[in-house]
């Protein structure tokens, strides 16, 4: 394998590491913020109890994206130079704002908000949760405004093949960023209620009948009952922006070899890129042109007309598919918890399974989407204007072969033991009695004399 | 474009003095919960609890700093950033291995049954021990000028264990103002050791890196600032020295000026800092690329420093007060 195939298969295998935990972070932050709110508001203490056990899943997947980011700063510069040679002028500052305004806000308040609750007042650990969480969110601003600008790059002028940026706000509001930002935030969200859903359904399942798990998993079923339909629609709006600046990722998305007038969506295919078909197409005829021109006849670009430069099909095509999947399921679930929830305040036993089976469903749901918008990018770095083989690094293949290995097999070990971690966080809560501030005040009252003879 | 009026000469010191002050900040920052990591004993499980507790608050902000070097580095030098990370592409490698395996052992050790804490605690010691060997290493290499001979090598190799040292030492000076009782009394000894250790370091890599650069060498021994510049050196031993003392007496001063060696540490720090910055001035890489050589576009650096004129200030700030939260002996090992 050469340098190229190595760098990217190693670049995908980082970045699709680390995007699972900011993923969770970035709503889970603001969750916590809501929790802390209730318990502030309500002065039950069911709501801090619920904060206790959802910061330290905080923590511990903070930790993860912390650790996991840190090794993406530095690829940048190890296995694609020549992104950094050519498009540093605009992705530099991005990334600089980013750690500037975001990454010291999370990681310093994070400290107060996971050690400081007896230290500080009340309402500046409240504080310190709230800038926690905007913090994530406004990391999110920036690092998918830079992705955004290089699917659909403006405000720049290329200089003897050197990227200068012209209109700083052109760049950062480029034309897809709004419709990337929401649907990320919204995946984020939904990421986390389908695991707080889903670790709270598991401590039901295993018989855990306090308050706490059970107020949580409404908490959360609502929020994803509510997030899916809007996913759905900024999905959607971000598909038709999608088709506008990027056809040729549409093309790729939804099978059309052949530019066609009244092109049908394919729920079902296998794309043949020899000979440029699909086989085995499962198809619902104009709807795809009627999704995306909202007209039964409209015109649908094929990639004939992209000759050269237009994306691998099958992994966008899949992805596409896996992605929405993922989200009618989503739908499906929150939708019968909710009806559940509200008409009998409890889950069925088989709703409950399908919550635990579904709790790491936002991970493939964004997971696929990402592969469907990156490598929809394809062959491009930044599209139309860097190829992602022109920014790739000398290295020795050895070498990243190495590096590649390493870091396969640590991510391995570590989701596993993320994953395990978090189900025997689960199983332990389980057991533990809780008890108010005043009976444990009381327990530790010395015995009266009489009681002491 | 605000900033208009600055040079990019001046645009190129500003940054490189903001990398030294990123990087600086890192050093002393990640290198006292590095140390602490290092120091890491295998066995007893209160020192372990409770030396984790010390930095529990801070590591996380700490190591912000070198994404913020890095990230600095890449802005201003792209060309630098990756002559240097793909020279170094696998000892950077080893350090960020090093640094995910601590990391996450930190939150993994807590959660964790008693059984499968050893290992998430090993994971703590070797992942820090393993993160200050690549960076000294690379530290090294970098002022050779990434050279890759064996002479390169070896000097990669002594500032590897002298940065170690040097982590070492700083984290148990930390331990000596956060911690108590029979740990504090450890930290004590642990501080010695290193101190000796530190020393001799810093002797045998100051002198070998006057073999490597013919214009470090003038500067050092012949310029008419060279005398000037060797009450640098001067000062660090007289500070080192000082501070073996106050080590000496410490234990029995009944807890006060227990923040004393800490920061005798840290201006030890200070100082070896900028002989090496007042060395390679001009250079971002010694040797081969100046400022003005990896030096990217003037007006995007412009557009940088905006933020970095107002947020910069912020971070210190907020650092120092959170800093002031936890300030006082580190509690128990709790999570909320």
């Not at chain 1, 504080?127 to 600008?149: D, E, H, K």
């Not at chain 2, 030294?20 to 919960?33: K, R, T």
């Not at chain 2, 007042?278 to 081969?288: D, E, H």
Request: glycine share 8%; net charge neutral; charged share 15%.
């Amino acid at each position: 394998m050469d340098a190229f195939l190595l760098s990217r298969l190693q670049f995908a295998l980082n970045i699709s590491f680390h995007i699972l935990f900011p993923t969770i972070t970035i709503a889970l932050g603001w969750f916590l913020f809501y929790f802390k709110l209730r318990s502030n508001l309500s002065h039950h203490p069911v709501w801090m109890r619920i904060y206790r056990f959802w910061v330290r899943v905080f923590a511990l997947t903070f930790a993860l994206g912390v650790v996991s980011g840190v090794t993406m700063s530095f690829q940048f510069g190890t296995n694609w130079p020549g992104f950094m040679e050519k498009a540093g002028n605009v992705a530099g500052p991005l990334l600089g704002y980013e750690v500037l305004t975001a990454f010291f806000l999370e990681a310093t308040f994070l400290g107060i908000m996971l050690f400081g609750i007896r230290k500080v007042p009340n309402w500046l650990h409240t504080l310190a949760t709230f800038v926690v969480a905007a913090g994530t969110t406004l990391s999110a601003f920036w690092i998918l405004s830079l992705n955004s600008w290089m699917q659909t790059p403006q405000g720049h002028e290329v200089i003897d093949g050197v990227i200068y940026a012209k209109d700083w706000y052109a760049i950062i509001f480029n034309p897809s960023f709004p419709y990337r930002f929401a649907h990320m935030l919204l995946a984020s969200g939904l990421t986390a209620s389908f695991l707080i859903a889903g670790l709270s359904a598991y401590r039901i399942y295993k018989g855990d009948n306090k308050i706490a798990p059970k107020l949580a998993l409404k908490t959360a079923t609502y929020t994803a009952a509510v997030l899916i339909p809007l996913q759905i629609l900024a999905g959607d709006m971000h598909g038709l922006n999608t088709l506008e600046h990027q056809p040729q990722k549409i093309a790729a998305m939804e099978g059309v070899w052949h530019t066609e007038q009244g092109a049908p969506l394919l729920l079902f295919a296998i794309p043949d890129a020899e000979s440029k078909t699909n086989h085995f197409e499962i198809a619902i005829p104009n709807m795809a042109s009627f999704i995306l021109t909202h007209d039964v006849n409209g015109e649908i670009k094929g990639l004939n007309e992209f000759e050269g430069k237009h994306p691998p099909v099958a992994p966008v095509f899949y992805s596409f598919r896996i992605m929405l999947g993922m989200g009618m399921l989503m739908l499906f679930a929150a939708w019968c918890g909710t009806y559940w929830l509200l008409r009998k305040d409890a889950l069925p036993d088989w709703l409950i399974k399908v919550f635990i089976g579904m709790s790491f469903s936002g991970w493939i749901a964004t997971l696929a989407g990402w592969y469907v918008t990156e490598v929809g990018r394809q062959p491009y770095l930044v599209s139309g204007v860097l190829t992602t083989q022109d920014a790739v690094t000398g290295l020795p293949p050895a070498n990243i072969a190495l590096s590649f290995s390493l870091y396969a097999a640590l991510y391995g070990v570590l989701l596993i033991a993320y994953i395990r971690t978090l189900m025997l966080m689960c199983r332990k809560s389980v057991g533990i009695e809780e008890i108010s501030a005043e009976e444990r005040a009381q327990a530790k009252l010395p015995l009266s004399p009489l009681q002491a003879n | 474009m605000p900033f208009e009026s600055l040079s990019a000469e001046a645009l190129g010191n500003i940054y490189v003095g903001l990398l030294g002050l990123a990087v600086l900040l890192y050093a002393i920052l990640d290198g006292y919960d590095l140390g602490v990591g290092v120091l890491f004993p295998p066995r007893n499980e209160t020192f372990k609890d409770d030396m984790v507790a010390s930095i529990g608050p801070y590591w996380d902000a700490n190591e912000t700093w070198l994404v913020l070097a890095v990230g600095l580095l890449l802005i201003a030098f792209p060309q630098a950033h990756s002559a240097i990370l793909q020279t170094l592409y696998l000892p950077a490698t080893f350090m960020l291995i090093g640094l995910i395996l601590r990391g996450v052992s930190f939150d993994f050790r807590a959660k964790v049954p008693q059984t499968k804490k050893r290992k998430w605690d090993t994971c703590f010691k070797y992942g820090s021990l393993l993160t200050t060997l690549s960076q000294g290493y690379m530290l090294g290499i970098w002022v050779t000028g990434l050279r890759t001979d064996w002479y390169a090598q070896g000097f990669a190799l002594l500032a590897a264990f002298g940065v170690t040292a040097a982590y070492a030492f700083i984290g148990a000076c930390w331990l000596i103002l956060k911690t108590e009782g029979e740990l504090q009394a450890k930290a004590f000894y642990w501080a010695k050791r290193c101190l000796m250790i530190l020393a001799g370091g810093i002797i045998a890599v100051s002198f070998i890196n006057l073999t490597l650069h013919e214009n470090v060498r003038e500067l050092w021994l012949e310029s008419p600032l060279g005398l000037v510049l060797m009450l640098i050196p001067l000062a660090c031993f007289g500070l080192l020295l000082l501070c073996g003392i106050v080590l000496q007496k410490l234990p029995k001063a009944g807890g006060r000026g227990e923040w004393l060696p800490f920061a005798l540490a840290l201006l030890v720090f200070v100082l070896c800092f900028t002989a090496f910055g007042i060395s390679y001035y001009p250079y971002v890489v010694p040797g081969k690329l100046t400022i003005m050589d990896a030096l990217s576009d003037p007006d995007s650096l412009r557009f940088l420093l905006v933020g970095v004129v107002v947020v910069v200030p912020c971070i210190l700030l907020y650092t120092v007060w959170v800093y002031r939260i936890f300030a006082g002996k580190s509690e128990k090992l709790a999570y909320y």
